[in-house]
């Protein structure tokens, strides 16, 4: 079984920063993606970005320019690095990891941007 623990949201103004984090534990295959998802409500979930083991990173189109994906592999962690955010940006951000055939996914944590 894998875990997946987000931390780094929180309350933000337009403009501002936010660095999350999302720390894996459990057994999982090294071949895997990690990366962060979206969901607003009532919106459907929708890909930030995502990163292989070899730092290939896929951006959502909102948000290339502002945002940074990076991970840790030696401590099993992928960050996202968000910066210029706008209040279209606030919703709960998912951790996600895929390998072979399987998906996880953390708790989320909150993003709120005011304007």
């Known amino acids: 079984q894998v875990q997946l623990v987000e931390s780094g949201g929180g309350l933000v103004q337009a403009g501002g920063s936010l660095r999350l984090s999302c720390v894996a534990s459990?057994?999982?295959?090294?071949?895997?993606?990690m990366g962060w998802y979206r969901q607003a409500p009532g919106q459907q979930r929708e890909l930030v970005a995502r990163?292989?083991?070899?730092?290939?990173?896929n951006y959502g189109d909102s948000v290339k320019g502002r945002f940074t994906i990076s991970r840790d592999n030696a401590k099993k962690t992928v960050y996202l690095q968000m910066n210029s955010l706008k209040p279209e940006d606030t919703a709960v951000y998912y951790c996600n990891m895929q390998f072979f055939n399987r998906e996880y996914w953390g708790q989320g944590t909150q993003v709120t941007v005011s304007s």
């Open positions: 459990g057994s999982f295959s090294s071949l895997n993606v």
């Open positions: 990163m292989d083991r070899g730092s290939s990173a």
